[in-house]
């Protein structure tokens, strides 16, 4: 195999721990391939990352980028988290490093925002930037402690159970106390800080920017202005929804001054907690864990010239960490679509690749107003309800600029798609929305069941969802 060939379907590699089958390529850039693998000791899905240079790299280029290939994958291994991918195996496979982690189902926020092509509601994000938060927090406490560095809606994705993980630690590194400046300024124009551009050493306060960066862009819809603090009432006149309180949160956390941010995630976590307009449900606490990880019974087969890491994952085995011999299929058991793996009855989401066990089935509005009545199949992640402003060049999904003479707000409500079920939420309207005949309390999610009626000034939209 020379080094342009990439792994091919149904192609069977050996690791330290377990055999993987080739299903197909995720995806490929710069130095490395992704695939998605098949463990064959349990079935279970997995992704399987690559180092894989262009035939034309330089051999001192390629010795590089396999240093730091080495080194995410040792960092990697040394962290056992809910928000980052569990690594399942590391070994060298025809002279290249290869790293076998969780196959994380799902969406990035990048792709996220894009869909919905609107800024993301203030409590949505508000969620998200806690759970963030969290999983930085438990970086930044490490010894010694993990900066992220490159952290922005790329390199997080929303799984269906809205679960966030990380992805992507190339970039990260860790803390050196007493020294003045990185040795090489990294990250991603927009969501770095000053001291990210050779300016300084970055610590936890540059991994605080960044993340307020994120939560502005999700707020904005639009990425951050390198090395740039939003002005008050930048973001509040992109989205509505957005109070003051929120917006000087986020201005506090982008300070260009390090000193002048949170100094910490535990900090920033506790300003985002009392944004909230109701107590934070975790959605780690309902979301299906990883498969197991199978114990070492090799060395990995990275030459000598380059260490092989020697720290081992945090998840401790248990004895279902073992290879399995086939059994019969349990009655009533749901065999997913995607992997074939065999998940419980009732489950929602495969176990091993996070696939819909049941295709979801189309959700759609019967609406009814004085001039008139017909259905909208909802098709979008997120659907707006209100009435089109040409000047501002707003058009909401259900305009009902002509059917609820002027009652409706321009930005009245929107129903969102959250994992596996519906939410509509109240953006502030004059008039506001009722659910059944029930006043919905205003910026609050509030969960949508099929046959719900929803009145909006003089029309009604029934949410059927079979």
């Known amino acids: 195999m020379v080094l342009s060939d990439l792994l091919t379907p149904n192609e069977i590699l050996r690791g330290s721990r377990a055999e993987y089958k080739i299903l197909g390529i995720v995806g490929r850039g710069g130095m490395g391939a992704v695939y998605r693998v098949q463990r064959l000791a349990d079935n279970t899905i997995w992704a399987l990352k690559e180092m894989h240079p262009p035939p034309d790299t330089p ?16 960092l990697l291994r040394s962290l056992d988290h809910a928000n980052l991918p569990a690594v399942a195996d590391f070994f060298d496979h025809e002279r290249r490093p290869v790293l076998v982690m969780e196959f994380v189902a799902g969406q990035t926020l990048e792709s996220r925002i894009r869909e919905a092509n609107a800024p993301l509601l203030e409590q949505q994000v508000l969620g998200y930037g806690i759970q963030l938060a969290r999983v930085l927090s438990y970086l930044h406490t490490r010894q010694p402690p993990v900066i992220y560095r490159d952290l922005k809606p790329s390199n997080i994705i929303l799984t269906p159970e809205g679960v966030l993980k990380l992805i992507d630690f190339g970039v990260a590194r860790t803390y050196k106390a007493r020294k003045s400046k990185d040795t090489i300024a990294m990250g991603s124009a927009g969501y770095a800080p000053p001291e990210q551009y050779g300016k300084g050493q970055t610590d936890a306060r540059s991994d605080v920017y960044a993340l307020g960066a994120t939560l502005l862009h999700l707020l904005m819809n639009m990425p951050p202005i390198p090395l740039q603090t939003p002005a008050t009432g930048s973001i509040r006149k992109m989205n509505p929804s957005v109070d003051e309180q929120t917006e000087q949160v986020i201005m506090k956390s982008m300070a260009l001054d390090p000193n002048a941010r949170y100094p910490d995630m535990a900090s920033f976590e506790k300003a985002l907690r009392q944004r909230l307009d109701a107590p934070y449900v975790d959605p780690i606490t309902r ?22 890491p020697t720290i081992q994952p945090q998840r401790a085995p248990s004895p279902t960490q073992v290879p399995v011999p086939p059994v019969e299929v ?17 489950a929602k989401f495969c176990a091993g690749c996070g696939t819909p066990l049941k295709a979801p089935s189309a959700a759609h509005l019967s609406i009814t107003s004085p001039r008139g009545s017909w259905q909208y199949k909802i098709e979008k992640t997120q659907l707006r309800i209100g009435r089109r402003d040409p000047r501002q060049n707003h058009y909401p999904e259900i305009d009902l600029a002509e059917h609820d003479r002027g009652v409706a707000s321009r930005n009245h409500a929107i129903i969102s798609r959250d994992g596996d079920y519906y939410t509509i939420t109240d953006l502030g309207s004059t008039n506001g929305t009722r659910v059944n005949g029930q006043l919905v309390p205003r910026q609050q999610a509030r969960q949508l069941r099929s046959g719900d009626r929803i009145k909006v000034g003089e029309v009604e939209l029934e949410f059927l969802w079979n």
């Open 59 to 74: 051999a001192s280029e390629t010795e590089e980028n396999r240093r730091l290939f080495i080194q995410e994958a040792d």
């Open 287 to 308: 979301a299906t864990p990883p498969p197991p990880i199978i114990p070492a019974t090799t060395a990995a087969s990275v030459p000598s010239s380059i260490p092989v």
């Open 330 to 346: 349990p009655a009533g058991s749901v065999p997913c679509p995607t992997c074939g793996r065999l998940n419980k009855t009732g």
